[in-house]
């Protein structure tokens, strides 16, 4: 290798004259694939001398003591000389080979070691054993010394035995007596002797010299032993314990417990409650003859043999004690007291109902309402000028919402009938007359707009009485005034009979309890999340209270009133906004405190998998079902489409609105509804199924808008229910296509048949009804069986082409596509007309 080889490549030289450092680079690769260079320099050791002179030569080592019996080491190999030409490379794997080598033949080494001191360790016990053994056989022979004469010896050690047994055996004249004339002491077996100087080891050496003093060393004699760990002696202890406990007390009496048994229960769950093994429980039932496991369901009455073979009691219980049912829970009269009017408005579309409420509250809510309509219900609360409070529902008018106005008059305790004084009754009239006759509220009829020209308030009486509404202006029972919301005349009338009204029903409230509640309205805020308007019927409700509303559970994290002010507890009668739902419950629950978030849990638990059985039921299939829903699969064309709407209440009307426009032959099918903005799993439910989305009042969010434009999926937005419903009914009504109507133009009897070129057949007619013309539709019967479906190709009278031959007159035709023609055959000639279908 050249001087230009060995510079290390550290980015500078080494110093000094000579050269001191060889440097390489190897190469690592590891496991994961990376690969990395290293750099390895090689140092040579410097002597520094003073000038002139000579290199001192090294010392040579003395010479290690021989040991007595102990064989010469095995000679260390000598290293061998590096190959000349050796890379970096080659030099590390040459270097790791040389270094494993050396450890195994040093690992070789000691293992023989070992095995020689062993062997030594083994002979030196049995000359020692000899040794005593001649020893005690001397003193035995030896006849006892005068107990004045006779020094007291101390006992011999092992080394001091090692010493004097040479010295006894050699002389022939009796030595001083040694021993003490007592018997000997039993002396342990030799392989258990221990040395007694501290400094000598079993072979006779320097215990300090023989290895490294540790803590370990210093402190255990038993060196060799393996001492037991602190856990080990932990579990001796408390085996120990458990055994003089378990000696010492008696055995205790079986607990019996009262275990609680639906009406389906697992093996597992039953041996849980019962604080039993499960293995025993399958046992149990082995022995009855039912081969089941402890994931298996059993019924009532195989749990209750089982807890009574166990020695329990049991309490049956039905799925339905699980919820919550408030139906006889009745409060104490002492306990009641006076609570605010809940009133209803209700009407027809743009009788004016949202305005007489913001003329009562001074607010102007009409001015924000998308189509001048109300679409929500509303819920709010005024103070009157003397001081009462009452609290106000409004109701929309259009016929979409009937559940909104049903759910409406159910809560409510007075209703508020609005009718238009230059409109009359109308039909959402009707149905709120109706709604409040089922829910068995007093009504007040309010006729608005007095302001107009066109103003009859006595024609509006005279019409209440053809659905059996006498006002008292017409010696009946049903109040009336007539108002006007943009000037004001009549609020204050309305106000005091409202109030009378109230008077006479006495509403009260158990304000001391847990609160129950009627969910006037739901929706799911991007910020606050699942949101609820909800109605106090009783009790109060607070922050924190944890609450169940249909098959969602939550807790009371805060509480807005309808000006968004936010309030700790909200009495009987007040209308709040609920924060800290799980999930958006369905308008019209009710929302019940309970006393524990398990609970809670249980309920909504228990009332889900209720709605999902009700859901997912089929009827019972039959021969009949099955050709039905066959036939119906072949004609009916489905519309499908996924709707979202910002509150429960609209997707509700909107799908029931969507249903009432379908009929037997196209059909709305909803794949998904709900709450909220519109999501990336609506955009994909919409493009799988190549349907539209719906959004009313909603609009999609930034990843949803992302796969709008990758999918191309169709997206409809609405502010007004009857622009969604106009724009569905035409849209369905395209894909339906136009409908066909047939006019039957004449008839005419075949007399004869001619062929016509090489293939068609002309048929010589006689022309009974109407005329024939060219390029009309035509079907071909026989005895009344239709035989081909054509069309008139060609039509002559005497050799010549005419378009039209009349009744009683000779012609003839060919057909298209068809030969299949006989004398006494009849033509139908016939002209299809497309109209544009509506639904």
């Known amino acids: 290798m050249s001087d230009s080889d060995n510079k290390p490549t550290l980015g500078r030289k080494p110093l000094g004259l000579k050269k001191s450092v060889e440097a390489g680079e190897v190469k690592q690769t590891f496991s994961h694939g990376r690969t990395n260079k290293v750099v390895v320099e090689v140092k040579s050791r410097k002597l520094i001398r003073k000038p002139g002179e000579a290199p001192v030569a090294a010392p040579p080592p003395p010479p290690p003591p021989a040991p007595v019996a102990a064989p010469a080491p095995a000679p260390v190999p000598k290293k061998p000389a590096a190959p000349a030409g050796e890379t970096p490379q080659e030099r590390v794997a040459r270097l790791q080979r040389e270094a494993e080598e050396a450890r195994l033949a040093m690992l070789e080494e000691q293992t023989r070691r070992e095995q020689e001191e062993r062997q030594r360790a083994l002979e030196e016990e049995r000359r020692r054993a000899e040794q005593n053994r001649k020893a005690e056989a001397e003193a035995a022979a030896v006849p006892p010394p005068e107990p004045e004469s006779a020094p007291e010896a101390p006992e011999a050690d092992d080394a001091g035995s090692e010493e004097e047994a040479p010295r006894t055996a050699g002389t022939a004249a009796p030595a001083p007596r040694r021993f003490t004339p007592v018997a000997a002491p039993k002396r342990p077996e030799p392989a258990a002797k221990k040395p007694a100087h501290p400094t000598r080891d079993r072979k006779g050496g320097d215990e300090r010299r023989s290895g490294k003093l540790t803590v370990t060393r210093a402190l255990n004699e038993d ?9 080990a002696l932990k579990r001796a202890r408390e085996k120990e314990k458990r ?3 378990a000696g010492q007390s008696a055995p205790r009496e079986k607990q019996v417990r009262d275990v609680v048994v639906p009406e389906a229960i697992t093996v597992q769950e039953l041996a849980n409650r019962m604080a039993e093994k499960g293995a025993d429980l399958v046992k149990a039932l082995f022995k009855m003859g039912m081969m089941v496991t402890v994931n298996q ?11 009574e073979e166990f020695g329990h009691n049991i309490q049956r219980v039905s799925e339905s004690d699980v919820d919550i049912d408030t139906t006889g829970d009745v409060d104490a009269p002492e306990t009641l007291k006076a609570r605010p009017p809940v009133v209803t408005i209700m009407g027809h579309v743009d009788h004016g109902k949202t305005s007489l409420l913001d003329a009562l509250r001074g607010t102007d809510v009409v001015r ?3 189509g001048g309509i109300t679409q929500h219900i509303g819920a709010y609360q005024i103070k009157t000028k003397g001081g009462d409070l009452v609290t106000f529902l409004d109701t929309p008018g259009h016929e979409a919402f009937t559940e909104m106005r049903m759910r409406g008059a159910n809560v409510t305790d007075i209703v508020v009938l609005v009718v238009a004084g230059d409109d009359g009754i109308m039909p959402q009239t009707i149905e709120a007359i109706n709604h409040t006759k089922a829910a068995g509220v007093p009504m007040i009829v309010a006729i608005t707009k007095a302001d107009r020209n066109e103003y009859n308030a006595q024609k509006i009486r005279e019409r209440l009485l053809e659905h059996e509404i006498v006002v008292e202006a017409m010696s009946g029972d049903v109040q009336d005034v007539e108002v006007s919301a943009k000037t004001g005349a009549g609020l204050d009338t309305l106000i005091e009979k409202i109030l009378l009204q109230a008077e006479l029903l006495e509403l009260k409230a158990n304000p001391d309890r847990s609160a129950e509640a009627t969910v006037v309205e739901a929706k799911l805020d991007k910020g606050k999340g699942p949101l609820a308007t909800v109605l106090i019927t009783r009790g109060t409700l607070k922050v924190g209270d944890i609450f169940v ?3 969602h559970s939550g807790r009371v994290r805060a509480m807005l009133d309808d000006k968004g002010r936010q309030i700790k507890e909200a009495p009987p009668a007040l209308p709040v906004e609920v924060l800290g739902l799980g999930g958006v419950p369905m308008a019209g629950d009710v929302l019940t405190v309970v006393e524990s978030e398990a609970r809670a849990r249980e309920v909504a638990a228990f009332r889900q998998e209720k709605a999902t059985a009700k859901r997912t039921t089929t009827a019972p299939s039959s021969l009949e079902n099955m050709f039905s829903a066959l036939s119906a699969k072949q004609t ?3 519309y499908p489409v996924v709707v979202k709407a910002d509150v429960q209440g609209s997707v509700e009307a909107i799908v029931n609105a969507l249903n009432k426009i379908s009929n037997d032959e196209i059909k709305v099918k909803i794949l998904q509804s709900g709450v909220g903005a519109i999501t990336e799993s609506d955009v994909n439910l919409a493009a799988a199924s190549n349907a539209p989305v719906i959004g009313f009042n909603v609009r999609p969010n930034a990843k949803a808008r992302e796969l709008v434009d990758r999918n191309k999926t169709r997206m409809k937005y609405f502010d007004v229910i009857y622009h969604l419903t106009d724009d569905i009914a035409k849209e369905m009504a395209g894909i339906w296509g136009p409908e066909r109507i047939e006019h039957v133009v004449g008839r005419a009897e075949v007399k004869e048949v001619f062929p016509a070129g090489k293939r068609d057949k002309a048929a010589g007619l006689l022309v ?7 390029g009309l539709f035509a079907r071909l019967t026989r005895q009344d069986v239709i035989v081909s479906k054509t069309v008139i190709a060609s039509l002559r009278r005497f050799k010549d082409d005419v378009p039209e031959v009349r009744a ?16 006494g055959d009849m033509l139908e000639v016939f002209e299809v007309e497309e109209r544009e279908r509506t639904l």
């Open 243 to 245: 055994a003089h406990f």
């Open 368 to 370: 924000g309402e998308a």
């Open 808 to 823: 009683g007159l000779e012609c003839g035709v060919v057909l298209q596509d068809t030969n299949d023609i006989k004398p």
């Open 636 to 638: 009916v064309i489905e």
């Open 297 to 307: 369901t059993i019924d009532q009455d195989t749990a209750e043999l089982l807890v």
């Open 549 to 551: 509303v249909g098959t």
């Open 223 to 231: 060196e060799g032993a393996r001492a037991r760990s602190l856990a």
């Open 768 to 774: 009974l009804e109407g005329g024939i013309k060219k």
